[in-house]
């Protein structure tokens, strides 16, 4: 069983910026791909970046590209989401997942854990 706690939400202003970091509990992390995905009021959850095992493979949703920058830690079980110039539309509850193997999955449904989210506000 894994475990995953998201924090560093928060309110901003648009074209501010906010980390975002998951850290999980139980063994193995390097063995899961991670992902982060987001779901805004009265919408699907959608894909926002996932990057592999190693680290050395990382994709993008193309609304986040040139913005957004995925990153993990293996030593301390974490994965980051660095985010700058944010945008109201960036406006989510952002949620860590983590898929058993590689590569990681652009679509929910492969994940096969979840975090609870963190909220992120952008005011315009």
């Known amino acids: 069983q894994v475990q995953l706690v998201e924090s560093g939400g928060g309110l901003v202003q648009a074209g501010g910026s906010l980390r975002l970091s998951c850290t999980t509990s139980?063994?193995?992390?390097?063995?899961?791909?991670m992902g982060w995905f987001r779901q805004g009021p009265g919408k699907e959850r959608e894909f926002v970046a996932a990057?592999?095992?190693?680290?050395?493979?990382?994709y993008y949703a193309d609304s986040v590209k040139g913005r957004y920058t995925i990153s993990r830690d293996n030593a301390k079980n974490t994965v980051y989401l660095q985010m700058n110039s944010l945008k109201p539309e960036d406006t989510a509850v952002y949620y860590c997942?983590?898929?058993?193997?590689?590569?990681?999955?652009?679509?929910?449904?492969?994940?096969?854990?979840w975090g609870q989210g963190t909220q992120v506000t952008v005011s315009s």
């Open positions: 990057i592999g095992r190693s680290g050395s493979n990382t």
């Open positions: 997942a983590a898929q058993l193997g590689n590569p990681p999955a652009t679509d929910k449904y492969p994940y096969n854990y």
């Open positions: 139980g063994r193995a992390f390097s063995s899961y791909a």
